[in-house]
């Protein structure tokens, strides 16, 4: 049986969703996204008693990264990235290890789909665990994330029609931030709030995500 604890994590306006997802047949752990407060994050870790096996990054930005390092040096696990964002961004940590686009792989009991979708970042990550799917900023229950910098939003519609296209409807999602819904919604309730699931066309799609005089951006909850 899969457990997912969402554990928010703040620094300056920054509002963080970090994810602790445990076996609790094998008493296993992989952490999502573990931005700031590594304390916070490893003391669930002990306090469970589980043995963490790896580390998952959706993508490369500090305040989903920030405490992969100690992690890795702490427990002596893996850091598992997108190869494509290592190789974009020059990526680096500590027992690093490289996922390709869209690969499935195991790390203990854990089974981990990897859905790349670009838009946000270049190697911006889902990773479906099962019935779970930890969207980071790729996808949130009100919108997408940014595609500035070396963002894409043509490659961001085209990342959210995968989506539609390959998660069921009662998979939960757990993205990076919020606005206002907790994490674990089922899909099914993000289709019918989230507006940029429904744009059909790339051009509009782009010309909303881009729009100018954005309010709230950074309202996380």
């Known amino acids: 049986m899969t457990e997912v604890y969402p554990i928010k994590i703040k620094k300056g306006a920054l509002v963080n969703y ?17 931005g700031f407060e590594f304390d916070a994050i490893s003391d669930h870790i002990y306090r469970t008693g589980v043995r963490l096996n790896a580390v998952l990054l959706t993508h490369h930005h500090a305040d989903h990264v920030h405490s992969a390092a100690a992690f890795a040096q702490t427990f002596g696990v893996p850091v598992c990235i997108s190869s494509v964002e290592c190789g974009f961004y020059n990526f680096e940590c500590l027992n690093l290890k490289k996922l390709h686009p869209d690969q499935f792989f195991s790390t203990g009991d854990f089974d981990v789909f990897c859905h790349h979708t670009p838009g946000h970042t ?3 990550t889902c990773f479906q665990i ?4 930890f969207t980071g900023d790729t996808l949130f229950v009100e919108g997408c994330g940014l595609c500035s910098g070396a963002g894409d939003a043509a490659e961001m519609f085209y990342s959210l029609k995968k989506l539609r296209r390959l998660i069921e409807p009662l998979v939960r999602i757990y993205p990076g931030h919020s606005y206002g ?9 993000v289709l019918k709030e989230n507006i940029y699931l429904h744009i059909p066309e790339v051009e509009r799609f782009v010309a909303f995500r881009m729009r100018e005089n954005q309010n709230g ?3 996380f909850k």
């Not at 099962?130 to 799917?133: T, V």
């Not at 819904?181 to 309730?189: H, K």
């Open 18 to 34: 970090t994810y602790v997802v445990i076996n609790t047949v094998a008493v296993e752990a992989v952490v999502i996204d573990p």
């Open 122 to 124: 270049k190697g911006s």
């Open 130 to 133: 099962e019935d779970h799917l």
């Open 181 to 189: 819904a907790g994490p674990g919604v089922v899909f099914n309730y």
């Open 217 to 219: 951006l950074f309202n």
